[in-house]
Nanobody, 124 residues
Framework: QVQLVESGGGLVQTGGSLRLSCAASGRTFRWYGVGWFRQAPGKEREFVAAITWSGGYTYYGNSVKGRFTISRDNAKNMVYLQMNSLKPEDRAVYYC?????????????????WGQGTQVTVSS
């Protein structure tokens, strides 16, 4: 069993930065891939970024490539999402999710555990 808790959301101006954190419980977390997804009001959930269990591979959604960076620290059971050059369209609730098996990292249905989410608001 893995429990995930996101933090680091808030209000930031256009062009600013935020770093989201995903804290995980469970000693097996280091073997899980992790993804970040977001959902804006009235929109479908969107894939943001993902990282394999070792951190050796990362994946990004097209809308965030070059601006966001995902990383992890398995010794601390933490995954991070560094978000730079934020835009108003980045406003959403951001969720981290964990998965036991490899596959299509952008597919939310393949994730086994989800956090409660953290709100990110970008003012124009």
């Amino acid at each position: 069993q893995v429990q995930l808790v996101e933090s680091g959301g808030g209000l930031v101006q256009t062009g600013g930065s935020l770093r989201l954190s995903c804290a995980a419980s469970g000693r097996t977390f280091r073997w899980y891939g992790v993804g970040w997804f977001r959902q804006a009001p009235g929109k479908e959930r969107e894939f943001v970024a993902a990282i394999t269990w070792s951190g050796g591979y990362t994946y990004y959604g097209n809308s965030v490539k070059g601006r966001f960076t995902i990383s992890r620290d398995n010794a601390k059971n933490m995954v991070y999402l560094q978000m730079n050059s934020l835009k108003p369209e980045d406003r959403a609730v951001y969720y981290c999710a964990a998965r036991k098996y490899t596959g299509t990292y952008s597919n939310a249905d393949e994730y086994d555990y989800w956090g409660q989410g953290t709100q990110v608001t970008v003012s124009s």
